[in-house]
């Protein structure tokens, strides 16, 4: 999307997620309508999803052990075990 509402809240978006914080306490500090920044958040994300493919290889090893994620021509070695939410942070910085 490359409006310039797009433009605008695309930098916003990424404070937003980079903070750590909930999409409320975010808006609250920075003086943001909480509902126009989730929906924007979702919006864009949406977005970043549908534009972008992360391969994934299964060798023979057990697939429930690890799991090989390439993006941006990066191996990430991702065990079943692993955070999920840090998985997704990696994804997205490489992405």
Known sequence: MHTPAARHWGPIVRR?????LSIRAFARQNGFN???LAWWSWRLGEER???SFVEVDVE???P???LHVHVGGVRV???AD???ALLRRVVEALS
């Open 49 to 51: 999803v549908a534009s």
């Open 16 to 20: 937003a997620r980079d903070s750590g």
């Open 60 to 62: 023979d090893e057990d």
């Open 82 to 84: 692993s955070d999920l």
């Open 34 to 36: 909480e509902n126009t």
């Open 77 to 79: 070695d991702v065990r």
């Open 64 to 66: 429930t052990d690890f």
